[in-house]
């Protein structure tokens, strides 16, 4: 096994092993950044915060004992990681908006929700487990689309992490104005004003479970990358 306290060499590391858009990519926060372990077949990375974070790729990857949570993509390791449980299963998709894609439709104009109370209107009835809030000191910006009637109907927030990277998170449609294409309308906004801002990749978590999302997702042109299932200690 070969480990690793550095980050230029952790880069180098990420992209031998994955291919550009990846999920390592995303989380290498540098100021969080802590290892990087390798064996011939599977990869672990440990991150620093509130709470000592891992993520872990192949079938059997490097485990830090100092992990209070971690996301194991396509885990082989059943109930348990050491002292943790399994909690949830959640896929990430990303997609590289660098270059417009072949026979795409014509670019999308989204608005920008700057009225903060209307977007956490929406996230409490309609998305109340979002990660994301207005106030959140990473969010870039909040987009929406409305309905016929001039009402918000399918808003999101575009996330620059400390990695870098940036993502889409807290996509939420009005539960009476869902099916009608709303959230594909946004998603292909955002993706328009994602190559205009000259943002080269985004990405997005889904519940796994979740598979009309995921269908909307990938209509747009996103990408499964990863399916992990997600550890914390059974007090947290």
């Known amino acids: 096994m070969s480990a690793t306290t550095d980050l230029a060499t ?5 992209g031998e092993r994955f291919a550009p858009g990846g999920p390592a990519e ?4 540098p100021t969080r950044f802590v290892s990087c372990e390798r064996t011939p077949d599977s990869w672990s990375m440990t991150l ?11 079938p059997a990857p490097p485990i830090n004992p100092e992990w209070t949570r971690c996301s194991i993509d396509e885990s082989r390791l059943g109930e348990r990681v050491g002292q943790l449980v399994a909690r949830d299963a959640w896929d990430f998709y990303s997609l590289d908006t660098s270059t417009p894609r072949a026979g795409s439709k014509p670019p999308v104009v989204v608005e920008t929700v700057s009225d903060d109370a209307a977007i956490e ?3 409490r009835a ?3 487990h979002s990660q994301v809030w207005p106030g959140n000191a990473e969010v870039a910006n909040w987009y929406g689309v409305r309905g016929e009637a001039g009402q918000w109907a399918s ?7 400390e990695s870098g990277s940036y993502v889409l998170a807290s996509i939420a449609t009005v539960v009476d104005l869902r099916g009608r294409g709303y959230v594909r309308q946004l998603l292909r906004g955002v993706v328009d004003d994602a190559r205009r801002r000259h943002i080269s990749w985004l990405g997005l978590g889904v519940a796994h479970d979740n598979a009309a999302a995921k269908r909307s ?14 550890y914390a200690r059974l007090n947290d």
């Open 126 to 128: 309609h998305a109340p």
């Open 217 to 230: 997702y990938e209509r747009v042109g996103f990408e499964l990358r990863a399916n992990f299932t997600s």
């Open 155 to 161: 808003i999101a927030a575009l996330v620059r992490w």
């Open 26 to 29: 995303f989380f290498l926060s």
């Open 121 to 123: 209107r929406i996230l």
């Open 48 to 58: 620093s915060g509130e709470q000592c974070y891992g993520l872990g790729f192949g």
């Open 10 to 14: 952790a880069r180098e590391w990420i």
